[in-house]
């Protein structure tokens, strides 16, 4: 069974500050996915890496993986408020590889 | 493009009772999902659907849970009888084919008293 864990779970920081978020995954997969979800919204698609090495920047926000440990990583850089948000990871998987498995998600708290 | 659309948004019932939810999916997706997020996790993958065929539902407590997606469009996913541990936010997403990125509707949030 697919276990997906992101850590931290809360994220409390400063404005201007960097800071990363960690997902780490149990078994081989060559998708991973991030999204964000604001307080009583749906989930909103940010990334998807798609192979080892993959990096993709938006803004603010950069993501990476690493299918050989089993790790992608999502980088603030600069954080303002706007970010404030919980970002959850999803490791795909399933015969057809369309299964999705998400992570408990990092609630991140930017202060003014 | 119209996104993914979901009714309703909010229903309270007792447990024992009966409730249904609604999805429209993104026009010419043709896959469907339906997830169960309980407060402060994520989503979890209840049933995928392509085109009007169920792909997996290995996830679904089928004791309970039924779902169906008759014309490979709109998608009904129901709950008979509900237990107190249903409460959730019942998400439909929707993607145009497989191992595409899946976007995700506002949610039904379900309180079962």
């Known amino acids: 069974e697919l276990k997906v864990e992101q850590n931290p779970l809360f994220l409390s920081m400063q404005e201007g500050k960097n800071y990363t978020i960690y997902c780490n995954y149990s078994t081989t997969s060559d998708r991973l996915y991030w999204y964000r979800q604001d307080p009583g919204k749906s989930l909103e698609s940010l990334f998807v890496l798609l192979s080892n090495g993959a990096v993709k920047q938006e803004g603010r926000l950069m993501a990476s993986l690493d299918t050989k440990a089993r790790l992608s990583t999502l980088h603030i850089t600069a954080a303002v408020h706007d970010l404030s948000a919980t970002y959850f990871c999803a490791v795909a998987s399933g015969n057809a590889g369309n299964m999705l498995t998400f992570g408990g998600g990092t609630r991140l708290m930017v202060k003014p | 493009e119209a996104g993914v659309a979901q009714s309703p948004r909010y229903k309270i019932i007792e447990k024992r009772q009966s409730v249904a939810f609604w999805c429209n999916p993104i026009?010419?997706?043709?896959?469907l999902y339906w997830y169960q997020q309980i407060l402060g996790q994520g989503p979890k993958l209840l049933i995928q659907?392509?085109?009007?065929?169920?792909?997996?539902d290995s996830q679904l407590p089928k004791d309970r849970f039924s779902a169906e997606r008759l014309k490979g469009v709109d998608s009904t996913l129901k709950i008979q009888p509900a237990k107190l541990e249903d409460s959730a936010v019942y998400l439909c997403?929707?993607?145009?084919?497989?191992?595409?990125?899946?976007?995700f509707g506002p949610g039904t949030r379900l309180l079962v008293l």
């Open positions: 659907f392509q085109n009007n065929g169920v792909v997996d």
């Open positions: 026009s010419g997706h043709a896959t």
């Open positions: 997403a929707s993607s145009l084919r497989f191992m595409e990125t899946q976007y």
